[in-house]
Nanobody
């Protein structure tokens, strides 16, 4: 059974930092068949946005709005993906969710989400 568990969300003032973690079980974050681990976010009434992605190869993708402020990384030994978020803005307020994009399961796997609130 594949599970993704996020942690690290919270309330922070604008300009502050948070680090989110996504720990996987039942799957290895660098196994064959896993294309990427992604961080998505959704603000109230807003669309689901792909914020950052780390491919199995280690290459990364970032949403333009977070480039230079957010960094995605992984700890293969601990089966964890991190999202370091710096210089946070009120517009970053959302529920952040971890997603595993795999070739063998349509839709992949999702974590439960963690709330990030940035106050002005």
């Amino acid at each position: 059974q594949v599970q993704l568990v996020e942690s690290g969300g919270g309330l922070v003032q604008a300009g502050g930092s948070l680090r989110l973690s996504c720990t996987a079980s039942g799957i290895s974050i660098n196994e064959v068949g896993l294309n990427s681990i992604d961080w998505y976010r959704q603000a109230p009434g807003g669309p689901l946005e792909l914020v950052a992605r780390i491919h199995n190869s280690g290459s990364t993708y970032y949403l333009d709005a977070v480039k230079g402020r957010f960094a995605i990384s992984r700890d293969i030994a601990n089966n964890t993906v991190w999202l370091q978020m710096n210089s946070l803005e009120p517009e970053d307020t959302a529920v952040y969710s971890c997603h595993a994009y795999v070739t063998w399961s349509q839709g992949g796997f999702w974590g439960q989400g963690t709330q990030v609130t940035v106050s002005s």
